[in-house]
């Protein structure tokens, strides 16, 4: 069974960074960051093939960046230049990623929270 640990987040003043991290146990492939807002949808801000292939949401462009270490098992994401509006909890996910990327496991969720 995937089981998936995220730790990073935290308060952060905007224009300010953070670094998301997530280790997973078992096997995964395809790996994403969702986050969720207060008050509002989940989205995709980030997802990453097992060969590394990235897609961002246009809203995260320029400023995020996702990685991974497949010998660590280990999935991040750099936030750079983070705004108010980035504000939410962000769950690290695995699944497939196909035409779309779809979540199959959700790790517990981290609060990164961009002060004014």
């Known amino acids: 069974q995937v089981q998936l640990v995220e730790s990073g987040g935290g308060l952060v003043q905007a224009g300010g960074s953070l670094r998301l991290s997530c280790v997973a146990s078992?096997?995964?492939?395809?790996m994403g960051w969702y986050r969720q807002p207060p008050g509002k949808e989940r989205e995709l801000a980030a997802a990453i093939s097992s060969s590394g292939r990235t897609k961002l949401a246009d809203s995260v462009k320029g400023r995020f960046t996702i990685s991974r270490d497949n010998a660590k098992n280990m999935v991040y994401l750099q936030m750079n230049s983070l705004k108010y509006e980035d504000t939410a909890v962000y769950y690290c996910t695995a699944g497939t990623y196909g035409l779309t990327y779809r979540p199959l496991y959700w790790g517990q969720g981290t609060q990164v929270t961009v002060s004014s």
């Open positions: 078992g096997s995964v492939s395809a």
